[in-house]
């Protein structure tokens, strides 16, 4: 059974930049083929995928936060990484890390972390 656990600062200042890491334990995301993503979910609003990380280390971006967004790994620790430049309240979100075949789809996926951006 494949377990993601988010961890990370639940408040952040507008301006400063978020960092969140995704430990992964009962697989490795060296595993061919799979994606390893970060999600948020808006209070009142949809899912919104921001990013992947593959088992070969190459990263996808969504084209909305691509010049805001790092993703990044540590295979020693099998935990992969989301940093958020320039955060506004609007970033404040549930952000979630999840496993699939794809970057649509996915087959695990952690509880979710609380963000909230403000002053």
């Known amino acids: 059974q494949v377990q993601l656990q988010e961890s990370g600062p639940g408040l952040v200042k507008p301006s400063q930049t978020l960092s969140l890491t995704c430990t992964v334990s009962?697989?490795?995301?060296?595993?061919?083929?799979?994606?390893w993503s970060w999600i948020r979910q808006p209070p009142g609003k949809g899912l919104e995928w921001m990013g992947a990380?593959?088992?070969?280390?190459?990263?996808y971006y969504n084209p909305s936060v691509r010049s805001r967004t790092s993703i990044s790994r540590d295979t020693s620790k099998n935990q992969f990484t989301l940093q958020l430049r320039s955060v506004t309240p609007e970033d404040t979100a549930v952000y979630y890390c999840?496993?699939?075949?794809?970057?649509?789809?996915?087959?695990?996926r952690g509880q979710g972390t609380q963000v909230t951006v403000s002053s």
């Open positions: 999840a496993r699939g075949r794809s970057t649509d789809a996915y087959d695990y």
């Open positions: 009962g697989g490795f995301i060296t595993t061919n083929y799979y994606y």
């Open positions: 990380i593959d088992y070969s280390g190459t990263t």
